[in-house]
């Protein structure tokens, strides 16, 4: 059994980031599967593998309805919103990179992300009840979709949002398939257990341009100690075919390539933090970002 005993309730921040000189890689000061194989889909086994790797897959998770009705909502809901802070555009061509707060505009897109097969594997994992954090619909169109440079979720939501610890985890789930060489998913497995400091104060009203960079500035850890991560775990490529999802804890390094394929590459996005979790002030901003890149209703 895979227990935690620390709360998100310590007063000392330690998981400092946004560092004047240099960066660090400092032990994980947070569990990482707070539940039991009682309390929820996940087997011990899979808990374990969870606990292990910072990850879990499963396949057959949506239906073929179901994702039609995704990609369907979205067009709806980019053409809706047409020029909106909510879509991200890739900077070379002007396509749709990101659509944020998807649940929020689409009641389908809602009922799907809170079924209890989604959310439940989330409320063992976090051992507690949970809420939406953020929704997104990531987009690589075939030949033009955009990489995502290798960054640890948490550090992010931590520094810019105000995230206590990181009692949080993504789901990814496929609405195509996830190929190789579509620029499916790439996670260090193990690198949850470290936490990755970034070098430079953030800048005043900086989340848009972050949103829409592939190597943002800030909040993007050095190579070297991307490197030291991979030498040590390895990289696991995340591929699956359209329905399966992907749960992985919110530090996770990861990344993923561009898409020079003809085949598209689209992945709706659920983060689910703890209840006890609940954001608080920026640890490292001077303001928090938007509510729709990090929601604070917890109801």
Same mark, same amino acid.
């Given at each position: 059994?895979?227990?935690?005993?620390?709360?998100?309730?310590?007063?000392?921040?330690?998981?400092?980031?946004?560092?004047?000189?240099?960066?660090?890689?400092?032990?994980?000061?947070?569990?990482?599967?707070?539940? +039991? !194989?009682?309390?929820?889909?996940?087997?011990?086994?899979?808990?374990?593998?969870?606990?292990?790797?910072?990850? !879990? +897959?499963?396949?057959?998770?949506?239906?073929?309805?179901?994702? +039609? +009705?995704?990609?369907?909502?979205?067009?709806?809901?980019?053409?809706?919103?047409?020029?909106?802070?909510?879509?991200?555009?890739?900077?070379?061509?002007?396509?749709?990179?990101?659509?944020?707060?998807?649940?929020?505009?689409?009641?389908?897109?809602?009922?799907?992300?809170?079924?209890?097969?989604?959310?439940?594997?989330?409320?063992?994992?976090?051992?507690? $009840?949970?809420?939406?954090?953020?929704?997104?619909?990531?987009?690589?169109?075939?030949?033009?979709?955009?990489?995502?440079?290798?960054?640890?979720?948490?550090?992010?939501?931590?520094?810019?949002?105000?995230?206590?610890?990181?009692?949080?985890?993504?789901? @990814?789930?496929?609405?195509?398939?996830?190929?190789?060489?579509?620029?499916?998913?790439?996670?260090?497995?193990? @690198?949850?257990?470290?936490?990755?400091?970034?070098?430079?104060?953030?800048?005043?009203?900086?989340?848009?341009?972050?949103?829409?960079?592939?190597?943002?500035?800030?909040?993007?850890?050095?190579?070297?100690?991307?490197?030291?991560?991979?030498?040590?775990?390895?990289?696991?490529?995340?591929?699956?075919?359209?329905?399966?999802?992907?749960?992985?804890?919110?530090?996770?390094?990861?990344?993923?390539?561009?898409?020079?394929?003809? $085949?598209?590459?689209?992945?709706?996005?659920?983060?689910?933090?703890?209840?006890?979790?609940?954001?608080?002030?920026?640890?490292?901003?001077?303001?928090?970002?938007?509510?729709?890149?990090?929601?604070? $209703?917890?109801?």
């Amino acid at each position: 059994m895979i227990t935690g005993t620390q709360t998100a309730t310590r007063t000392i921040d330690v998981y400092r980031t946004r560092l004047a000189d240099r960066s660090q890689i400092e032990p994980r000061s947070h569990s990482v599967v707070w539940g +039991t !194989h009682a309390s929820g889909p996940l087997d011990e086994d899979q808990l374990r593998g969870y606990d292990r790797r910072g990850y !879990h +897959t499963a396949d057959s998770v949506l239906s073929d309805e179901d994702i +039609t +009705t995704c990609l369907s909502e979205v067009d709806a809901i980019t053409g809706r919103l047409g020029e909106d802070e909510r879509i991200i555009r890739e900077r070379s061509n002007d396509d749709v990179r990101s659509v944020f707060a998807v649940h929020r505009f689409s009641d389908a897109i809602a009922e799907i992300v809170n079924r209890d097969e989604i959310v439940g594997a989330a409320r063992q994992i976090l051992g507690d $009840d949970v809420y939406i954090h953020q929704s997104r619909m990531n987009l690589k169109p075939g030949f033009a979709g955009g990489p995502f440079y290798w960054h640890s979720d948490f550090e992010t939501w931590h520094a810019e949002d105000g995230m206590p610890a990181p009692r949080a985890l993504s789901v @990814s789930l496929s609405l195509t398939p996830n190929y190789e060489t579509n620029g499916a998913l790439m996670i260090i497995p193990g @690198s949850h257990k470290q936490f990755v400091s970034c070098v430079g104060q953030t800048p005043e009203g900086y989340h848009r341009e972050s949103l829409s960079s592939y190597r943002p500035p800030f909040g993007t850890p050095d190579e070297e100690d991307v490197a030291r991560l991979a030498q040590e775990h390895g990289i696991d490529m995340i591929t699956g075919p359209a329905g399966s999802a992907l749960y992985f804890d919110a530090n996770c390094m990861h990344a993923s390539a561009g898409n020079i394929s003809p $085949d598209p590459r689209n992945n709706l996005f659920v983060v689910f933090n703890a209840v006890s979790n609940r954001l608080r002030e920026p640890f490292a901003a001077s303001a928090p970002r938007p509510d729709h890149l990090a929601h604070r $209703d917890v109801g």
